[in-house]
């Protein structure tokens, strides 16, 4: 997992170029707002990980070509029980 820091987001505009440097080596930048998260600075390669991440989430499968074991699983799955 990537390195991340949390910063005050006062501090964070006062200093920019400082953490836009410290981005490179942390990867992530936590931008905080009275204690909670509202934003993120992220490296060049956390943001490419994590636009491969979203095209890999909107990837279609085909029915038809998923193994057998993987559509009997489907198919013998219960709406909200939890897998052993």
Do not use: C, W
Not at 28 to 50: K, N, P
Request: avoid cysteine; glycine fraction near 4%; charged fraction near 30%.
């Amino acid at each position: 997992m990537a390195h991340s820091r949390d910063v005050p987001a006062t501090e964070f505009s006062r200093n920019f170029a400082r953490y836009r440097e410290e981005a490179i080596a942390e990867k992530i930048i936590h931008v905080t707002s009275h204690g909670r998260v509202i934003g993120a600075y992220l490296s060049a390669s956390e943001a490419a990980h994590y636009e491969q991440l979203k095209r890999r989430e909107r990837q279609s499968l085909i029915v038809g070509e998923l193994p057998s074991d993987v559509v009997s699983a489907i198919e013998a799955a219960e709406y909200g029980v939890e897998a052993k």
